[in-house]
């Protein structure tokens, strides 16, 4: 009898623990993002957007993700970066979930030009709304929809990077208006530029006014391409 109550006590024991395994992820991760430190990289079932823990110029190439994105060219670089970043901590929603820059070009050499439509990975005129939260990495919600990121108006700024950290006050490349759109010149010749005589506009991270995305209500507000600004990361719907 009391071999059998040793193995029910530790049937109990191990099933307890099991159970509350879920509990206890929680518990380590209260905003929802799961570190892929052990067991390989771990998923979400929300839509993260964060500010870059890095800053570069106006031709995205620097990045701590060089060897991988490098070898990709303007607003796909940094779509490349913001990937990774968002990989090596859990903000994923599957191994082919990607995130991508919010940066408008001028040329396409995409589906698109506009950051609204970039996002999507899908054509200018995208028009399409996605009825779901976007998070930053505190887990507070930003935008209650997809509009929302060209609404005017943000429920809290982006300032926090993919660490959870707040960098401090500084300023983002967008090239992209309060609506979404493409700020015509004023992307750093399609972010490949990183000299001081070509233009990208900018927005302020601290912000949650259409201030944001652009810094002025004319697309003149802008930074020369040969100063380090940061990026946002969007998930893509």
Not at 65 to 92: E, F, K, Q, V
Not at 176 to 187: C, E, I, K, P, V
Request: some cysteine.
């Amino acid at each position: 009898m009391k071999v059998k109550a040793i193995v029910v006590l530790f049937s109990v024991i191990f099933l307890y623990r099991c159970n509350n395994l879920g509990l206890l992820d929680k518990l380590e991760n209260p905003g929802g993002i799961s570190s892929g430190a052990s067991g390989g990289e771990k998923f979400t079932a929300n839509n993260y957007v964060f500010v870059s823990s890095w800053t570069t110029l106006g031709d995205m190439a620097n990045n701590p993700y060089a060897a991988d994105c490098n070898g990709n060219t303007g607003a796909n670089r940094a779509d490349c970066a913001c990937s990774r970043a968002a990989a090596m901590r859990g903000l994923r929603k599957s191994s082919t979930h990607v995130f991508r820059a919010w940066l408008s070009v001028d040329a396409t050499p995409g589906p698109s030009k506009d950051a609204q439509c970039r996002v999507q990975g899908i054509g200018n005129g995208c028009g399409i709304n996605f009825p779901v939260t976007w998070y930053n990495t505190l887990g507070q919600a930003i935008v209650n929809d997809y509009n929302g990121f060209s609404s005017g108006a943000l429920l809290a700024a982006i300032r926090h990077d993919e660490f959870g950290v707040d960098q401090g006050a500084n300023l983002v490349w967008t090239g992209t208006l309060n609506t979404g759109l493409t700020a015509t010149g004023n992307d750093c010749s399609d972010w490949t530029d990183a000299t001081g005589g070509v233009p990208g506009s900018i927005g302020d991270r601290t912000l949650a006014t259409t201030l944001w995305t652009q810094t002025s209500p004319t697309p003149t507000a802008h930074q020369l391409c040969n100063t380090a600004q940061r990026i946002y990361c969007v998930a893509a719907p």
